[in-house]
């Protein structure tokens, strides 16, 4: 399945929509159940204390994933995805209130790859409380 935005729709600079996703306790059980990744720092504000966390926090791969998610909803398909890459660089604290946390991603085509395969690269900002979450965070896409 092709992305349904195209390749001669963007250019090097284009931004793409930004999102914000809160988290909660709430979405960090759900998302633990979804995943089978039932590490208590995740879950447990005493034992994430007692491991040196600041407070509980949210999965990386859940970080990861609502990044992602930006650029996918861009591009209309999630299969239009062919690389994705991250370094975590701080957690996510999520307090136990009704606020919890809020992720902010911002994209932009940081480069158009390959005429050919019809493929850019996006760059992704991601952040939490104002500070970076995900270093190199960069996608591989393939446009219609």
């Given amino acids: 399945m092709a992305a349904k935005l195209t390749y ?4 090097t600079g284009t931004e793409l929509p930004p999102g914000v996703f809160p988290v909660t306790r709430a979405t960090l059980v759900r998302y633990a159940g979804a995943s089978g990744d039932f590490n208590p720092i995740h879950w447990n504000e005493k034992f994430a204390l007692e491991v040196g966390l600041p407070d ?3 999965h990386g ?3 990861m994933a609502s990044a992602i998610r930006v650029v ?3 591009a209309g398909d999630p299969g239009a995805v062919v690389d994705y890459g991250v370094r975590f660089t701080r957690p996510v604290v999520v307090p136990n209130d009704d606020k919890g946390a809020v992720i902010e991603i911002t994209g932009k085509v940081a480069a158009k790859l390959d005429d050919e395969a019809r493929t850019v690269r996006v760059d992704l900002t991601v952040t939490a ?3 970076k ?3 190199m965070a960069r996608a591989v896409v393939r446009l219609a």
């Fill in 56 to 58: 509980v926090i949210a």
């Fill in 8 to 11: 001669d729709e963007v250019a």
């Fill in 129 to 131: 409380a104002g500070q």
């Fill in 72 to 74: 996918t909803d861009w």
């Fill in 61 to 63: 791969m859940f970080t």
């Fill in 133 to 135: 979450v995900l270093g």
